[in-house]
């Protein structure tokens, strides 16, 4: 699995703990949208898309298995998110 295209477009909004939204292309054939970028306490972050359930909680719409496809995805997000303006 090959993440072929990252875009990001970066959120400036006062007090706000989001700091962009990502889309991720993989393969050139299958994209993840409204991947977000968050000011942790210890750094910037991604959250993947996700839904709020009928309990009142959030679930994951599309995350990765394992922690190395995990640290893939931030990694190529957060490289992008540096270069962006």
Partial sequence: MQIT??????IEK???RM???ASVL???????HD???????????I???SRKTATGGYR????????DVRKMFED????????AE
């Fill in 60 to 67: 994951d719409i599309a995350h990765p298995i394992n922690p």
């Fill in 14 to 16: 006062e007090g706000s």
């Fill in 5 to 10: 295209s990252v875009s990001v477009r970066k």
């Fill in 76 to 83: 190529a997000i957060l490289e992008e998110y540096k270069k």
């Fill in 26 to 32: 993989i393969d050139d054939s299958f994209a993840i």
């Fill in 35 to 45: 991947i977000r970028v968050i000011e942790g306490d210890n750094g910037l972050f």
């Fill in 47 to 49: 959250a993947m898309p």
């Fill in 19 to 21: 700091k962009g939204i």
